[in-house]
Each structure stands twice: as structure tokens, then as C-alpha cells.
């Protein structure tokens, strides 16, 4: 390993004021650039005078043993510390072993030359480029990443929107770019203009993916966002969902089932739409991939297909009798391939929320209530998990019903009580107190009687 200074020849400056230096060799000073004098020996001829480079040189054998040299720095110490980094590129190579950590750090903080030189070396992985290839080419590959992970349509394009937005409003052209502070402070005004504090955590969870898919596929050492936490969204939630009495539930079913066509679909249908939500605690986009041939009536089955079901698993729930008997004739007339809910349009509409609001609004019943919280097509899932703690089912089948991988979202998000609930259950807690005649009497010491 060899660390120099290239040495050239070039022309006289006209300028030039030519002299001997005290050990007899010939020389001439001149101002270069910017007015700065130098001073330069001359060849032995005199006719040109020896220029050294700027910029250091460092000079080596590589893994073939074939002599390469890499124009360093113009300062010596930060040429000799590339120097011994390429050493230790060397003896990996040269071993076997993998890159550690800082070593992988210190490659894609060099310049785009150096590490375009130390690839054409084939002492770095191709993969190290990648810090140097533009932010929306990276993107459309963490999107090809996602596809290929057959994630749904809408979860991609929302990813691709929150990334562009978050990658644009922190000037990040490259990987290099993405700065904690800059994604912090952006997020920070999307809050101050009234963002949730559940898109803001959507913004920030799908950002750090895309970091985290960066250093998984070797393009970069380290998330630069690892260090950002999401926040409370307890605190801020704007959309909060309530449960509907049993009796509520009931007439809406009713309104439904008497109500005139909508959107497509007839009362009847509405209200077994409605049933199947609430029995199985199915999603509306997994109901929209519903057709004839998802149902088993005879075994009082329904199957989501992996590619429709939110976790991309093949999801097998049960119905109830009763729903399957009137689902019978709702489908007989239906091609197996053909979707199950929808009516005349060409598949389950996307304003579900529409529709629930008007057969609320026929069985009397607020779509938002006093609290500010709503009732949407979500919320007769949270329907489900609150009817099966009415009925006394363990939490743990709750939990597989509606096909969550922790049951405190079974238990703390989706299942709700309200104000009946609570008073029926304090009122029980005084019928302990009250079945006592005797009043309870400290216990005896020994010390008085």
C-alpha cells in the first residue's frame, strides 16, 4: 500500500521568474490561480518544470494481485485513513468474511468516483450504488417490493403518495438525503395544520419501511429514521366508532330489510349484507371479493381467498344457520364466478358508509351520537366483537372470529360496552352488599374480652 503524490511535467508560465535553490537545482515561482505563488523545480533540460497532483494517490495490490491505484484526497491523513479502509477491504475480500457495519458506513459516505472505482475493483457489492440512485427510481422498487409481496392495491398507492409527499417536502433527491431532523420537522407541520395523529403515524411508519427495506436489501447500512417513535393516536382520534344496542341492531336490520333499492342493492340484500358483516366481523373490501362459489351453505361457510384477506391468509368463517338458509335462495340464481353482494352494480359499492347511513336514518337511529362517535360499515365489526362479549364467548374465540394477532385489539379497540351495560353491572355488585342481614364485626384480639 503506497501513498504519493502523481508527478507531471508542464509548460513555463510566461511569468515566471526562474532562480537555484541551495542545492543547485533550477526552479521558477509563479502565481497561479487566484494570485497564489508556487514555486516549481524544473526538468533537466529546463525547457518544462515538474508539477506534483493536488490530490493524493494511493497505490495497491488487489485480491488478484493486480496493481490498482485510487486518487485520493488532497489531504494527506484522510488519504492515508482510505488507504487502510482499503486494506480492510482487502483482507475481507481476501478472507471471505462480510463487510462490518462502520466499514459499510464508511463506503457509502466516500464520493460517487471513489465508490464507483472500489466497484470496478470488485471490492464492494453493486448493491452500494444504490445510496447514489435517485429517491423516485428507489421508490418504484420498494412499490415492486410490495407488489411482489402481493400487498392489496390500495395499501400500495396509499404507500406510494405518503412516500412521495414525505421524500419531496424533505428535499431528499438521494438516499443520502433522508435526514431524521428534516422528516421530524415535516411531520411536525402536518400536525400544527391539523393532521391526525393516525396519519401521522402513517406517514412515519410507511417512511421508515421504506428505510428499513433499504438496509434489508443491502443498499444501505442503516435506517437514518430508526430513532423516530410514532405518537399516542389515543389522544387525537377523530373517528371514533361506537356499538349499536341489541335492540338498535335489530332494527336495523328491519329498516333495511323494508327499505326501497340503493345503490344498487335491494332492501333484502342490504340486510343480509349487514348479517354476514356482523356475524363474521368480515371487512367491507373482503366482502367485495365475496362471489357465489366463496360460500358453503351446507357446511355454513364463507372463504376469503389470501389475496383478499387483510393478513394474506385463506380465512374460513363459520355462518350461522339461519343466515345460511336465507342465503340459499339470495344466490341460487348466481354463477359460481359471479360477486355475491352488489345488486345491479358491478361489485359492492365503495360508499358503504352511504348506504348504512340510510338505513339508520330509516330504524331512527343517529349515524353520530352525542360523544361525536359514529356508526360506519367498519363499525359492524366492532358489532361482532361486542355482541359475542354480550353472549359470554371467551375472549381467545372473540379473538379468532375476527382474526386478530393480539387479542387487546380484540378486547380494548373492537369491543364496547356502553352506559346499560355498566349500570347493570354496578347494580349487581350491590346485590352482594345487600344479601348480608348480619353487619360484619371486627375480628376479636384477645385484648379487651
Known sequence: MR?????????IPANAVMGTDRYGRSYVEY???????????????GQRMLVKSERWHVQFEDHRGIRRRIIGFSDRAATDGLAANIQRLLNCRGS?????????????QLPTAMRR?????????????????????????????????????????????????TMEECDAEYFSDIDRAKVEAFLTRLRNQGLAARTYNAHLKTAKSFCKWMVESGYASQSPLVSLRTINQEVDRRHERRALSVDETCRLLKAAADGEETHGMTGHERCLLYRLAIETGLRANEIRSLTKSSFDLDACTVTVVAGSSKRRRKDVQIISASLAAELKPFLATKMPATKAFGGRYKALTVNTADVLKKDLAEAGIPYEDELGRVFDFHSLRGQCATLLALRGVHPKIAQ??????DINLTMNVYTRTDQAQKASAVTGLSDLFGATETPI?????????
Not at 501513498?3 to 509548460?11: A, E, G, N
Open 3 to 11: 501513498v504519493f503524490k502523481r508527478s507531471f511535467t508542464r509548460p
Open 31 to 45: 502565481k497561479g490561480r487566484g494570485g497564489r505563488a508556487k514555486k516549481c523545480l524544473l526538468t533537466q533540460d
Open 96 to 108: 471471505g468474511h462480510p463487510v462490518d457495519g462502520p466499514l459499510h458506513r464508511w463506503v457509502e
Open 117 to 165: 472505482q472500489l466497484l470496478k475493483f470488485d471490492l464492494i457489492d453493486n448493491r452500494r450504488l444504490m445510496g447514489d440512485t435517485p429517491v423516485p427510481e428507489l421508490v418504484t422498487l420498494f412499490i415492486n417490493h410490495l407488489e411482489a409481496n402481493a400487498r392489496s392495491p390500495r395499501y400500495i398507492r396509499e404507500t406510494r403518495n405518503q412516500l412521495i409527499r
Open 400 to 405: 379468532s372470529i375476527l382474526r386478530h394477532s
Open 441 to 449: 364485626s371486627e375480628p376479636k384480639t384477645g385484648t379487651d374480652d
